[in-house]
């Protein structure tokens, strides 16, 4: 290239100055709104609906409610879709409902260690930005609190300078309804099945929450009703205090900063979990500081040399009863009701702990019926009931299967690669904090722990399969095999009499007779055949050990 | 063998089969057991044995239906093939066995393996060779010599077939030999040796016939290897490597092998002799710099051959595995070529006969 001197202008710091400016989290988002999701049309419909289901259930269960919901998307034209989804829940105040939904970051789970699904206060907001991106039409929200009040309606924009709402209509209304939320959002989008679509998803959301009931109507306004599959609300997960082991120097910074606790000792064992006096003191002396220290008068590298004694420090595993598995039964009746197969098992392990975060996986194994034999066995992931429809590859729940010996269980797979069989395989992690590769939260990074948990629940239900498939599989296959005598016979019949001459007919009417009587015990021949093999070794060891004797 | 036509054998078999079936019964053939387990050594012929276990193969039982079907649609195959007097090759069997059963998903025959199995148990069920069933192998393996024969009506003179020698067919039952003029025959594992000798025209200056194969010892050679030795009393010697593999050539012609052990009478020759490589042969030709590394697969087969129930008391031999152990090393024929192209020809041969150093 050919090189041309620019004129170049210099700007002083104050120049400079002026063109600085805070940038809101709404107007930041405008620009970056694959961050949230919304990296293309497609999957933008997916996140929407994501998102608002997610509140959905949140909501409900937070209020104790059995969760009740209707997701409607109407197709407008080639490129516009109308959302509308509906709940029975607590409803929002009037107060609140502006902020839900015009400001980003409002919520009121941030910070907590607690299993939820959402977690930073973007998810419906984000949604409310991305159709006001597209479309430029307002957000409708309409919400009930209690029978007895009035519903209240908002039509509203995100200012995105200020990060709040911008209030067009305000409404009163009186209706039967006795409380929830409806939202109608007008978005830019394309709709798809498979593998990746919103119909994929709500079937998954149904398996991972059995207490949902679910009415959809999708764009070519089919209506699928998924079906409560069980009454039982999950266990209200507790909120924890952060472990010493699961807290990053950063965190642990802004919690001396912020702590009310008037010393060191104090602030270790009232701000974290599964800390004593005496391992207080153990991690306060190493890292050569003073039980009486306050904790916000650390410097910098005090804080960081308590840091690193507090990883030293032998600490307990946190407490595991903040987790809410869905747990064996119900996960194994939802996946029975979703799932058209003919063999079903469930495992839930126990909880465990990576990185002083406790953790919990389930695996849910449905297997042949309607499934296909001949392709790669289906994977569906889960964290915190939420289903994980991208990235796929990238996942720990991918690694743990494909490390798994499933030939073993009577699958056919060659090393490293998914499985091959008439398989979907389930898998749920539950925690407080789900590590995930990235931001987008769709596949799970590779903790050792994590992995080995997985494999193990899913080895689980591998070996189930395994006896399953020996012990049906097989008898229907021997009974298949011994529907091949008929075809057989003609084709005995015919090569024999052209060796000897003899009639063929009647060489074919006496194999015939003498199939018929033997047909019954060819099949269970063969299977006492079988079952002789297996219990066989058993008998010869018995044998040697009398002839030993 | 038998002197009963071989096309009266199948049929004595079909009709068995259509008698079983027509009374009711579920139709069986029993099947001589070619293995190890079924093999023995017998000490007064030295040769290798069918034993007397068999195999019941029935048609009703769902292990056994598909091979019974094959066995008697091969059968079929065979009579065809004595009743038009043609010859046909493993491979045409195959293909003439191969199709789908209708309504169905199976193949009568997925694999030629499947038939050579079948074509080898329809040998011991009758009591006939393959070759006398009119079902050839490919020819594998030349020869040349001071001999003429006669083959189909043509005379040929084994001396006077240029660089390739007479090909050995399948089936050499029904040649007819008209002069042989020699007095020793040499069988060499490697086509690249007998082609060596033959341009060195090692079979005119030592006057010995030279016969060669690659690789394992058909059916063929080794019967025609017995004929000139029954025949014409000539002295049999085998030229292979010296490893595990050349070690079991020698031993298949001189007892017989497992898989034909049924045929041993017409196929071995007892008092063989295994000519070299040796592990003498290493030190006195200076060829240890020209061995090669045995790998573990050698030296598991040594141990098996070892073991061989007649192998057990061969000192001569014992003492080779041994030596070789020692080495960890084998030593191929070609490894001569390192004292010169035409060393075997002029020098190592020539020695060996006139010494008798042989291995028994």
Redesign the interface.
Known sequence: MKEKKEEIEQKSAEELAKELKQVSVSAFFERNRHLLGYDNPSKALLTVVKELVDNLVDACEDARILPEGVVIIKQLNETRFLITVEDNGPGIVKENLPSVFCSLLYGSKFGKNKQSRGLQGIGASGAVLYSQLTTGKPVKVWSKTAKDKKMHFYEMFIDVHKNQAEIKKEETLDTTKAHGVKVELEIEARYQKGKQGVDEYLIQTSITNPHLQLSYVNPNNEKIIFKRASNNLPKEPKAIKPHPHGTELGVLMRMLKESKSRNLQSFLMNDFCRIGSGTAQEIITKALLTVNDKPHNLMHDQAEKLYKSMQEAKVIAPPTDCLSPIGEKDFLKSVQSEIKAEFYTSVTRSPTVYRGYPFQIECSLAAFGELNPEESIKVMRFANRVPLLYQQSACATIEAIKETNWRAYGLQQSSGNLPIGPVILAVHIASVWVPFTSEAKEAIAHYPEIIKEIKLAVQECGRRLGIYIRKNVRARE?KE??S??E??I???AS??S???K?NKN??IE??N???KK?LPL?IEV?EEDKDKKIEGVVVQNKNDKQTTL | MTKEKPIEKIKELGASISKQILKGDNPAIDVPIRALSNVFFDKKSKTLQLGESSSKRSFFNIAHAKKFLQTVEVAKIEKDLLDSGKHASLRDVFYMAKRTIPNTSVNLVDMQQESDEIIQDLELISGLSREQLHVNANKMGSVAGNVVIEDRGDTIDWGKLGSGGWSIPSNVEEIKFKKVNANFVLYMEKAAIFERLLEDKFHEKQKGIILSSQGQTTRGIRRLLQRLYEEFELPIYVLADLDPWGAYIYSVIKYGSINLAFFSKKLTIPSVKYLGITCNDVERYNLKKNLIKLKDTDIKRMQQIADYEWFKDNKEWQNEFKIMKKWGAKAEIQALSARGISFITDKYLPEKLKNKDFLE
């Open positions: 021997q095999k011994a091949l005598f075809k057989y003609p084709e005995l090569s024999l052209e060796i000897t003899e009647k060489l006496a194999l007779k003498r199939l033997d060819l063969s």
